[in-house]
């Protein structure tokens, strides 16, 4: 049995992991892969073999070791590798999906899921599809009543975003179809029927007049595009029956977390080493540094050395009753 990503069945922690069932194979932050479980199959890694079988009947989330270092099921002994096996979140299936087209990270995705004003029994229409990455949390977000229409005019992509959604549980929630959406715009049986509109389309402005008969009053569209000359193309074809057009661009800090061993310092110490939680007095060492007996070993946290940069410009408007603005349209960054 496969293991939906519907949030509305049981929570994970009460889940046991089945023969067919997708795992998340955690090592660590970024460095995890999705497997499908069976009972003859391997799993392979750096930590050492792992047997699928030993993985039957856990619970998600369980730790478990390589086959070296397992004295029975679930038992330990000293120097067997481990992993841990999530169930496969839309947070975590981004991080582990084939990537068959660019995809959208979770930073974009939360603001499209937010400002988009989704919530379970929302309608969505979507494109183009790519490798499901949005599609997946747009599903979560509007289940278990609510639907995700995606379209995308390449056949194979569409074909296996559809076998992704199957194998994880979401096919009651998502309908994928081929369609040139910029070219013929969505289906007119959608019309004044979605909730939010996302397009990730080379030329949105082609899909926008479309988007905005789709649209119930009200409705918000999203456009994502990763050039400013896109953004701006866009905007100028929403102004005609939308309001409230607003862009963003999601550049995301992320830290390391990490135990060390730490020396005594104040508060003004401690900021300039970069390190978080300003004001509270804490214990830092340098680099190479000796301990000694001020040293105590804490959790530090430092900005990661490679940060992912710009990935799109994310443009938000609302279906206005009376559009048609005037005047052009200039896109920049408010100060
Ligand atoms: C960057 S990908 C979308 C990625 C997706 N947002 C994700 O998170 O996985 C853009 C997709 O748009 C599709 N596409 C391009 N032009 C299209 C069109 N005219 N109609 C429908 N889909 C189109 C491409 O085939 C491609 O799969």
Known sequence: MMVPLDPC????????????????????????????????????????VFRHADWLGRHFGSKVFSSGGVGGKGGRKAGGGFVHLLAPTPLLWTLVLSH??????????????????????????????????????LARAVAPHGRV????????????????????????????????????????????????VFLDLPQPWLAIPSAGTMLRQDGV?????????????????????????????????????????????????????????????????????ALDSTQTSSVIARPCSTARGHTGYLTFARKSVHGSQTGATEVCPTS
Do not use: W
Request: net charge negative; charged share 25%.
């Open 221 to 289: 569209l999203c456009s994502f595009s990763p050039c400013i000359e896109q953004v701006q193309r866009a905007c100028e074809t929403m102004r005609s029956c939308f309001t409230d057009i607003r862009t963003f661009e999601i550049l995301l800090r992320t830290y390391e977390v990490h135990e060390g061993a730490l020396k005594s310092a104040t508060a003004n110490e401690a900021s300039s080493e970069g390190s978080s939680l300003p004001g509270k007095k804490r214990k830092i060492r340098s680099a190479g540094e």
């Open 100 to 137: 068959r087209t660019q995809i959208l990270y979770i930073a974009d995705i939360s603001l499209v899921v937010a400002y988009l004003e989704l919530v379970p029994g929302c309608v969505v229409l979507e494109s183009g599809t790519g490798s499901g990455s949005l599609t997946t949390s």
């Open 149 to 196: 229409y995606t379209f995308d005019f390449h056949d194979q992509r569409a074909d296996s975003a559809r076998e992704d959604f199957e194998k994880n549980g979401l096919s009651s929630l998502i309908t994928v179809a081929v369609r040139d959406i910029q070219g013929e715009g969505f289906p007119d049986e959608y019309s004044g029927a979605a909730d939010g």
């Open 9 to 48: 069945n049981k929570p994970t922690s009460q889940r046991r992991i089945t023969e067919g069932d997708t795992v998340v194979v955690y090592e660590r932050h970024d460095s995890m892969r999705a497997v499908t479980v069976s009972a003859a199959g391997v799993l392979q890694n750096r930590f050492g």
